[in-house]
DNA sequence: AATGGGACCTGCGCGC
DNA sequence: TGCGCGCAGGTCCCAT
């Protein structure tokens, strides 16, 4: 579900709702999305302690805790971070000393919490590859030049640029009109360009709008997303292209569903 | 190195 | 009404 805009938009809810508020217990209802460490010490390591930063890298969500230790969370697709929480669905609530909790929902049940001394020795964020807005247009130029994948997959890939998930990807390459299936290294110069900046464009018009709430994603509070009215491909199969008025085309690259215009998009 | 397939999960909407 | 299938904003693992 959430992709870079949305993480964001949590984080900075979370941020204002959370930060500096003690954790007086840990209500468990499904251990199976607690990676680590085991539910006991989960629960025994967050007990008391109290939150003092809350950071996005990429995807997840790092809240730093006054022991030392962090707390990750991957929504992957249908995680959610509700306060104040009802306890209501909730596989993960955390109760804090003014008698409020923070709920951990899952339908899907794919995402992860961990509990981890030093967040930087994390595998996966320890291999994420810069975030887009941190990509001066040369070093983006770098990271596509010699790559044989398509283009698409690979802004996907975590390791290359953390962030991009398969709606974003499809909007911004739609954005500097570059085909999904190209193959990264074909890339001219100014298209890397466009690419890199249609990138941070979107990513931040769609932090303005508090992210796409396509299905379920609604934020901290429970507000919705209004980024989808701004989609010009995602979910658009056989619907006009606001520029050239051909069809857009649904394909699958990647295993995943990919939107694209085939006029504008070469 | 890169790609394709499957796996992990649940639930929705669709056609029959 | 019921069933099977395809689909979903993510990531990992394995085989080729």
């Not at 809810?13 to 959370?18: N, V």
């Not at 008698?99 to 509990?115: H, I, M, T």
């Not at 991009?164 to 911004?172: F, H, I, P, R, S």
């Not at 050239?244 to 995943?256: D, F, H, S, Y």
């Amino acid at each position: 579900m959430p992709e870079l805009p949305e993480v964001e938009t949590i984080k900075r809810e979370l941020q204002k709702a959370i930060v500096h508020k003690k954790i007086v217990g840990v209500i468990i209802n499904d251990p199976y999305v607690i990676k680590e460490p085991g539910s006991s010490r989960f629960k025994n390591g967050l007990r008391k302690a109290t939150i003092t930063r809350i950071l996005r890298r990429g995807k997840a969500l790092i809240v730093e805790l006054s022991s030392g230790k962090a707390l990750i969370v991957h929504l992957r697709m249908t995680g959610q971070l509700v306060y104040p929480g009802s306890g209501a669905a909730s596989r993960v609530s955390f109760l804090f000393s003014n008698g409020r909790q923070c709920d951990y929902n899952d339908r899907r049940r794919l995402g992860e919490l961990r509990l981890v001394n030093s967040w930087q020795s994390v595998p996966f964020l320890a291999k994420l590859g810069p975030e887009p807005d941190q990509l001066k247009p040369k070093q983006f130029a770098m990271l596509l030049s010699q790559r044989k994948a398509k283009i698409k997959p690979l802004l996907m890939d975590q390791r290359c640029i953390a962030g991009v998930g398969n709606l974003y990807a499809a909007e911004a390459l739609f954005k500097a009109r570059i085909r999904p299936s190209r193959v990264a290294a074909s890339l001219c110069d100014a298209e890397k360009r466009r690419l890199l900046s249609a990138l941070c464009s979107i990513m931040k018009q769609a932090i303005k709008h508090r992210g796409s709430s396509i299905d379920q994603y609604v934020t901290v509070s429970g507000k919705r997303g209004n980024y989808a009215h701004f989609h010009k491909v995602y979910g658009r199969e056989g619907k006009l292209c606001y520029v050239c008025k051909a069809a857009i085309e649904r394909t699958v690259l990647g295993g995943r569903g990919t939107y694209f215009c085939a006029r504008c998009q070469q």
